[in-house]
């Protein structure tokens, strides 16, 4: 299906780790791109491709993938990165896709 | 840098026509390395892809949409458009206009800050 699946809310104690998880059959033949945004900004790219962070982003933010599921992991969350997260990836046409989202709380 | 600006009505009643314009600067849309795309966001819910343009006007339109979708270009002014007919308030979200890559990654690397349109009579 054309579907990605996200985890609609994730808390983390600050300065602990939090995996956030996107599930879909897409996935089993694209990687995912991972996007944050905060409230009232655009999104911003922090992971893409195997495990590539966009100059910029701290290396806390890693990703992985397995099957139909892709991760976005946070190691030593910080308070300015509680933030939305929204997975993305394309179709199976080549049409991009994106997750529900997922509302990540540092606690 | 690369910046993208949107513009157009924030209020549209039902029925009518939705068009908004993605201004370019910082690079050209006539690049054959990037897609243009438009996706939106309803309050408090998730990105949907809506369309894009790329090298020479070929389109690509989100199915759920492609009905009511047009997606142009003007190279001279280095901008990109967005119009969706027969808008219903479920049609009532921020739109934004963002630059994807068209390399292997697909990545949308650069997007404009969004502009509320809503959808009321």
């Known amino acids: 299906s054309s579907e990605l699946t996200q985890d609609p809310a994730v808390s983390v104690a600050l300065g602990q780790t939090v995996r956030i998880t996107c599930q879909g059959d897409?996935?089993?033949?694209?990687?995912a791109s991972w996007y944050q945004q905060k409230p009232g900004q655009a999104p911003v790219l922090v992971i893409y491709?195997?495990?590539n962070r966009p100059s910029g982003i701290p290396d806390r933010f890693s990703g992985s993938s397995s099957g139909n599921t892709s991760s976005l992991t946070i190691t030593g969350a910080q308070a300015e990165d509680e933030a939305d997260y929204f997975c993305?990836?394309?179709?199976?046409?080549?049409?991009?896709?994106f997750g529900g989202g997922t509302k990540l709380t540092v606690l | 840098q690369v910046q993208l600006q949107e513009s157009g009505p924030g209020l549209v009643k039902p029925s009518q026509t939705l068009s908004l314009t993605c201004t370019v600067s910082?690079?050209?849309?006539?690049?054959?390395?990037?897609?243009w795309s438009w996706i939106r966001q309803p309050a408090g819910k998730g990105l949907e892809w809506i369309g894009r343009?790329?090298?020479?006007?070929?389109?690509n339109y989100n199915p759920s949409l492609k009905s009511r979708i047009t997606i142009s270009a003007d190279t001279s002014k280095n901008q990109f458009s967005l119009n969706l007919s027969s808008v219903t308030a479920a049609d009532t979200a921020v739109y934004f206009c963002?630059?994807?890559?068209?390399?292997?990654?697909?990545?949308?690397?650069?997007w404009g800050q969004g502009t509320l349109v809503t959808v009321s009579s």
């Open positions: 491709g195997e495990n």
């Open positions: 897409s996935l089993r033949s694209y990687y």
């Open positions: 963002a630059r994807q890559e068209a390399s292997a990654w697909k990545n949308f690397d650069y």
């Open positions: 993305n990836s394309r179709d199976s046409t080549g049409n991009p896709l």
């Open positions: 343009i790329y090298t020479a006007g070929s389109t």
């Open positions: 910082g690079g050209s849309i006539s690049s054959g390395h990037y897609f």
